[in-house]
């Protein structure tokens, strides 16, 4: 089956900084997304991103699907982007998608005052 | 509305009791998912229903029974679970695979 691997396992910034986060996986997707996870476990969807840039606030996604990849971008993070950030695909096949997703093991992200 | 509503939030039950978990939608959603989440790892897929059908098990144990009432509706019935089966149960939904919307997961603890 598939592999989505992320990078880096844990990251801890200061209030107001910039990060990245690198979704590779190991075959064609029909379905690529970025989930929060906060600390009461609450999965909150982010993007939907199969291919090309999305942009939400502070947060922004690109993925290249023909190089098997997908970042995720967060800006002047804040104590409130702490948590643990997925990575989600579903191979591609040709009878189109069903969302069965297979997660990536995350970014657990901490964000200091 | 964007949301998936899952029912009880916390559940501790016996090895020999029988009880339900319930989730529900009402963005219209023709599929929906169960996924298990165990302590710091990522939610594992058990089931998928397409259209009130069940199109996807991954090779859940038979203790673990899903229902699709209607395509609001979905329940995951729990009989004679194991401690390991602990775990955050997650429900999710989604419009022809395309971006899925979790619940707040229920809790389980089997003692």
């Known amino acids: 089956g598939i592999q989505v691997e992320q990078s880096p396992p844990d990251l801890i910034l200061q209030e107001g900084a910039n990060s990245t986060l690198r979704c590779n996986f190991s075959?064609?997707?029909?379905?690529l997304q970025w989930f929060h996870q906060n600390p009461w476990g609450q999965l909150i969807n982010l993007f939907y991103?199969?291919?090309g840039t999305k942009q939400n606030g502070r947060l922004s996604a690109t993925t290249v699907a023909t190089e098997r990849y997908s970042l995720l971008y967060i800006s002047s993070s804040q104590t409130t982007d702490s948590g643990v950030y997925f990575c989600?695909?579903?191979?591609?096949?040709?009878?189109?998608?069903?969302?069965?997703?297979?997660f990536g093991k995350g970014t657990k992200l901490s964000v200091k005052p | 509305d964007t949301e998936v509503t899952q029912t009880p939030k916390h559940l501790v039950m016996g090895m020999t009791n029988k009880k339900s978990l319930k989730c529900e939608q009402h963005?219209?959603?023709?599929?929906m998912y169960w996924y298990k989440q165990k302590a710091k790892k990522p939610p594992e897929l058990m089931f998928v229903?397409?259209?009130?059908?069940?199109?996807i098990n991954e090779s859940v144990p038979s203790r673990f029974s899903p229902e699709c009432p209607n395509s609001s509706l979905l329940n995951l019935h729990l009989h004679a679970l194991q401690p390991e089966d602990s775990a955050l149960y997650l429900c999710?939904?989604?419009?022809?695979?395309?971006?899925?919307?979790f619940g707040q997961g229920t809790r389980l603890t089997v003692v």
């Open positions: 991103i199969p291919s």
């Open positions: 229903y397409s259209y009130e059908k069940l199109s």
């Open positions: 963005m219209g959603h023709r599929a």
């Open positions: 989600a695909v579903e191979q591609g096949n040709y009878g189109g998608s069903q969302g069965n997703l297979i």
């Open positions: 075959d064609s997707v029909n379905n």
């Open positions: 999710a939904s989604s419009q022809g695979g395309m971006r899925a919307f």
